[in-house]
């Protein structure tokens, strides 16, 4: 029987619009060995978000792109499967960004523990991670809306655009979604309590928007 090994997904090629299977290389390597300070992780979730396409790029950005043969990254949730920091336990769920992999020996200063009591632990890299945080600060910081105010929120369905409705609809907002398909438009307003949604492939989207 063979040992377990650690899978890794790695950038093997720019893509050229869409990414496509051969983008990527899946290789097998040793499970890490945690150093001093260091806790090993085994992945559970992993969040595949938007702003990794952009970091498949060679062009300047907010982040230096992942290069040619690099690990993809990623925010992940994890189980500490050692530890050789004394924070972290053998068993914790903790929050941190090991990409896409199977283990990971991170330095535990690199981590944030989940509580699992709290909510389902994949929630920590959804409504409680950087997409509910981006949609909590970016309405409510800067577009501060009001009671009674109509709030439009495009990519409806996704999952900052879907919080950033509910919380404007906590708000006392009129609360329009716009979305690629009348299936996510019908979820938006059906699952998400949106007051209308918006089919953004349809030719009249200002003619509904201004009704």
């Not at 290789?27 to 396409?53: F, N, Q, W």
């Not at 300047?60 to 500490?80: N, Q």
């Not at 200063?109 to 949609?135: E, N, Y």
Request: some cysteine.
């Amino acid at each position: 029987m063979n040992a377990e090994r650690n899978r890794q997904v790695l950038l093997a090629a720019r893509p050229n619009g869409e990414p496509k299977g051969s983008d990527f290389n899946l290789i097998e390597t040793d499970i890490p060995t945690p150093a001093k300070g260091d806790v090993l992780c085994r992945t559970i979730y992993l969040s595949l978000d938007p702003y990794m396409r952009g970091r498949m790029n060679a062009t300047r950005s907010y982040a230096e792109p992942v290069p040619i043969g690099g690990l993809m990254e990623g925010g992940t949730v994890s189980r500490v499967i050692a530890s050789k920091d004394d924070q972290f336990s053998e068993g914790d769920i903790v929050v941190s960004r090991t990409g896409w992999q199977d283990y990971a020996a991170v330095p535990g200063t690199q981590l944030r523990k989940v509580d699992p009591d709290l909510a389902p632990i994949s929630t920590a890299i959804g409504v409680l991670g950087m997409p509910g945080m981006t949609a909590y600060t970016g309405l409510l910081n800067i577009g501060k809306p009001q009671p009674g105010e109509t709030v439009v929120v495009a990519a409806a369905s996704g999952a900052v655009g879907s919080v950033v409705g509910q919380i404007a609809k906590i708000k006392g907002c009129k609360v329009v979604g716009l979305a690629g398909s009348h299936e996510k438009c019908t979820y938006v307003m059906e699952e998400l309590g949106f007051n209308a949604c918006i089919n953004h492939r349809a030719s009249d989207v200002a003619q509904q928007l201004a009704d």
